[in-house]
């Protein structure tokens, strides 16, 4: 602050037309470089044009994003409720708690499944990754990360490995070891950088690749082996809180939501964004494609759960309520796609019927906020992470 | 209050919703006409007016939102951990109670949303308070908290008692019912943003949400930001869309083909395993057995996808399509995704491996691929990367998908696999429910041998189900 009070008269060769000059300190997106004072009058009147192209840039893209909306609602011709007036109604569920999980020392923030349907891998704000089969509840495996607020981890396809990251802005994979000689610390392969922390991971079709969210606005595609960044993906305003890869048969695509309000489908070969939307009124939390793979769900701090249609490119479905009003942590469908459970910020869990847009079920028991909740594998059960240390497995 | 600086402009307003919901909620729970039920309360001697009972509130919860009452109670609660409904008899504990307790609305002044970060000053000013008025009220932890406040804060300490000792006696010349009130008001403020060891705190958010607002507004000023929406809209005006009704029916017949499969919609037999205890359906459905169940073949006609994603249907697929003579078309697709999804550094190796295998001219399996996909492969096969197989592999892949798939689901082979496919039954429900099977462990994936991809050798993969 002190070099910036005092005008010293320097003379020398202009940094930008070279002539020698009475130079003035002029700074240029926090470079400082010496003008004659001719070309600090030419830039300050640039600097001017500069910010008339911003706001006219501005105009258009709002101008376009309204015709957009236009076009899209062409093709609106019927509401989902409405369609599935004919179906029948879902019966009276009845679901519990039927494993819970303790041994978490603070904060539960991730977890996922291992494709045998039982196993899970789960993450906390103290830095434990945990790997339990959940149907026995014994734990399997422990490894104490270097950073605090591990937000997330994933189970390998194979069952052989586990990836996860947090705060560290790494996302780290450790190979799953019964060699009690082994220390599972020492064979941690560091994957992916980012410059900010790491909110969403997962494998793609195998072990080789991992798919990463991040609090830098980027998501990124990276080779396990090498740590090599195969594709990142630019576009989001600000941080990325999650993403889920499509079950669509040609699987070339992955959905992410972030702080922005927008939920982006990306194309994993060329890096660009496919579709956005931006009906959310806040943070969007979590995302998670209906099983056919043309649509998905998003959760968000607005308190609601709203699905998207891929084809028909438009939101089709709001799942909110009156007395719902802490945000949606984390979604996930069941298998058939009929059910959408829901985590929350208020610490329950409520079940939606995904076509007639009601509530179906709220579930109580944990004893804070729900932040991670997934399906497992078969569909046999769901499995929700809480800040009270806990999991449950309900069914 | 101190009368020291100015508390932060409302910025976590627009962060947290959910408190600006909250809000709204406890302002038409005081309408006059809609809200609830106002009373006075006598304490002791003093009467408190404008008071609610706890059951009251709960009451009106579930009449205005048409939840149940256990929703409604747990709304309540949230409501008063919030701070914005306080206990006037019981002030330690922010708990809210069914029944006839009373509580009274939070002045608006001390909402979370207007008066938040809590200030250091404040609450030393608050804790000194408390401290002179009757020593030796001080919980232990808000000794503790005192004690570190003093050391912090020690330059200001004469500031802070001198404030104390100001608003202490300007409450005395206050009727004695306004001093209740205001002490209450003032304890519940703190109980909710300082809580006591072990007490959850409602206010605590994920490390780098704070971070969102100022991130959010740096990133949107960029002329690049700009350009890029303009360029997305411009793309996305162009795209095909389908009506909706076409989308929206999609789902009611997805719905409807997979509800019987769902195991949380239409349960499961022989039963749920997290219900029963019992792993048989997951012996029973393993990766690879010699017996699908009946409902697992019927999967295999959904769609393709299905069919090749499970082992033992693409297993019988293969041996269908061997029968064809078209065994290497599903071969080269899996060679495709081997390379898709492996590791970067055998990328060169499997190109040059799926070519000599499938494209080459005189290969020994080689596929049949339209001519001007096979050139446009070819070119590329010069500078080969993970998706330089991708059109050939989505041109062989819509063929099977065309033609041999509903060949497959309409030969004597698929018939005669769901014909043979049983029904498993239902588990009796144990005489003693109290007592509990044994809940059987199984091998962890990491312990077992690197799982082979299923090849045209042999039938659908042997031996019974590895769980």
């Known amino acids: 602050m002190c070099d910036q009070t005092f005008l010293a008269n320097v003379f020398g060769s202009c940094d930008k037309c070279f002539k020698q000059r009475a130079l003035r300190p002029v700074f ?85 499944w291992c494709k045998d349907k039982r196993r899970i891998v789960s993450s906390s704000q103290d830095g434990k990754v945990i790997v339990w089969d959940s149907f026995t509840t014994n734990k399997e495996h422990a490894v104490t990360m270097p950073c605090t607020w591990v937000m997330a981890c994933a189970y390998a396809p194979s069952g052989c490995a586990i990836a996860c990251g947090g705060l560290d802005n790494k996302c780290s994979v450790y190979p799953l070891t019964f060699d009690k000689n082994e220390n599972m610390a020492a064979k941690k392969k560091s994957v992916a950088m980012h410059t900010n922390y790491l909110s969403a991971c997962s494998f793609t079709n195998s072990d080789m690749q991992i798919l990463t969210a991040s609090g830098d606005g980027t998501c990124a595609l990276w080779d396990v082996e090498s740590g090599q960044l195969l594709q990142s993906f630019h576009g989001h305003g600000a941080d990325v809180l999650c993403l889920d890869l499509a079950p669509s048969e040609t699987g070339n695509t992955f959905v992410s939501g972030g702080c922005d309000k927008k939920a982006m489908v990306w194309d994993m070969r060329s890096g660009q964004c496919v579709q956005a939307f931006e009906t959310h009124e806040s943070d969007i939390n979590s995302v998670r494609y209906y099983p056919s793979g043309d649509a998905f769900a998003s959760g968000s701090d607005d308190a609601t759960c709203r699905l998207y249609d891929l084809r028909a490119d438009r939101e089709v479905a709001i799942y909110s309520k009156e007395s719902i009003i802490f945000g949606a942590s984390s979604v996930d469908f069941s298998l058939s796609g009929r059910l959408l459970f829901a985590g929350y910020n208020d610490y329950t869990i409520n079940v939606w019927d995904v076509l007639k847009g009601s509530r179906v079920s709220i579930l109580f028991g944990h004893e804070n906020r729900v932040s991670t909740l997934r399906v497992s594998p078969d569909g046999t059960a769901f499995c929700s992470g809480s800040w009270d240390h806990t999991l449950r497995v309900w069914a | 209050m101190a009368a020291g600086p100015a508390p932060p402009p409302g910025r976590p307003r627009a962060q947290m919703p959910h408190l600006r919901k909250m809000e709204r909620v406890v302002v038409s729970m005081q309408d006059p006409d809609q809200g609830v039920k106002m009373r006075s309360q006598r304490l002791l001697v003093t009467v408190i007016p404008h008071a609610v009972t706890g059951g009251d509130v709960v009451q009106w919860l579930t009449q205005k939102f ?402």
């Open chain 1, 28 to 112: 240029k997106k926090s470079q400082q470089l010496s003008y004659c004072s001719t070309c600090a009058e030419i830039m300050a009147t640039e600097a001017l044009h500069e910010n008339e192209t911003l706001a006219s840039l501005k105009s258009e893209a709002e101008s376009l994003k309204g015709k957009l909306e236009e076009e899209r609602a062409k093709l609106h011709d019927v509401e989902l409720h409405q369609v599935a007036e004919r179906v029948e109604a879902l019966g009276q569920f009845v679901m519990k708690t039927r494993r819970t999980l303790k041994g978490h020392g603070n904060k539960v923030l991730c977890m996922d």
């Open chain 2, 66 to 467: 048409c939840i149940s009452e256990e929703e409604a109670r747990h709304l309540g609660a949230v409501l008063v951990q919030h701070g914005y409904i306080y206990p006037l008899r019981y002030p330690r504990s922010l708990v809210l109670r069914p029944d006839e307790t009373p509580y009274r609305f939070q002045t608006p002044y001390f909402w979370t949303s207007t008066l938040w970060p809590a200030a250091e000053l404040d609450y030393a000013i608050y804790l000194a308070k408390k401290n002179i008025r009757k020593q030796g009220t001080l919980v232990d932890y808000e000794k503790e908290c005192y004690d570190r406040l003093h050391t912090k804060i020690n330059h200001a300490w004469d500031l802070v008692l001198m404030q104390a000792r100001e608003q202490l006696r300007a409450a005395k010349q206050r009727r004695k019912g306004d001093r209740l009130v205001i002490a209450c008001q003032e304890q519940t403020y703190w109980l909710v943003n300082r809580p006591p060891p072990g007490a959850p705190s409602v206010l605590e958010q994920s490390p780098g949400r704070e971070s969102c607002a100022t991130s959010r507004v740096h990133m949107t000023k960029r002329a690049d930001f700009y350009k890029q929406e303009i360029e997305y809209c411009r793309r996305a005006l162009g795209r095909t869309r389908v009506k909706s009704s076409v989308c929206l029916e999609a789902y009611l017949s997805f719905c409807g083909q997979r509800g019987p499969h769902d195991p949380l919609v239409s349960g499961c037999l022989p039963s749920n395993p997290w219900i029963s205890d019992d792993d048989a359906y997951w012996v029973m459905n393993a990766p690879t057995v010699v017996a699908p169940t009946k409902l697992r073949v019927e999967r295999w006609g959904f769609s393709f996808r299905e069919l090749l994603e499970d082992p033992v249907g693409r297993a019988h697929f293969m041996d269908f399509l061997g029968k064809e003579f078209s065994g290497e078309n599903l071969s080269f697709w899996e060679a495709c995704e081997e390379l898709r999804y492996g590791a970067q550094a055998q990328v060169p190796t499997l190109v040059d491996a799926v070519y000599q295998q499938f494209l080459a001219p005189g290969a020994a399996r080689w596929v049949n691929i339209d001519s001007r996909t096979m050139e446009r492969t070819l070119e590329g096969l010069r500078q080969p990367h993970r998706y330089v197989l991708d059109d050939a592999q989505l041109h062989i892949y819509m063929l099977m998908k065309k033609d041999s798939y509903p060949r497959f689901l309409k030969s004597d082979m698929y018939k005669g696999l769901l014909a043979e496919a049983g029904i498993p039954l239902e588990t009796k429900k144990r005489v003693f429910p109290f007592s509990r099977r044994p809940r059987h462990s199984s091998p962890s994936p990491a312990l077992l041998p690197t799982p082979v991809e299923p090849t045209a050798a042999g039938g659908p993969g042997g031996g019974d189900g590895v769980a």
